[in-house]
């Protein structure tokens, strides 16, 4: 049985740069859920990533953050990782 725990890391963005930072942190690995929250912190898109995912299930993903981030001036992503633990800033 895995070890794994879970921890969340938050990123206050620009509308412009949400979709280049879930990019990057996609590429990063070892994430298991994205939200992406507006000025007043509620979530107004979820996405759930499975190691199953492969660049063409993404395309449609990246389309919809995009349109998201097109209607937002900050917001904030709340990324969930899995690991050992918790790395130190």
Do not use: H, Y
């Amino acid at each position: 049985m895995s070890d794994q725990k879970t921890w969340k890391e938050e990123f206050k963005v620009s509308g412009e740069e949400v979709l280049s930072k879930i990019k990057e942190l996609i590429k990063e690995g070892n994430i298991t859920r994205i939200l992406l929250k507006n000025e007043e912190d509620k979530v107004i898109m979820e996405i759930p990533l499975t190691f199953a995912l492969v660049g063409v299930i993404l395309a449609p993903i990246f389309a919809a953050v995009g349109a998201a981030a097109a209607l937002l001036t900050k917001c904030t992503i709340v990324v969930e990782r899995k690991g050992e633990e918790e790395p130190k800033a």
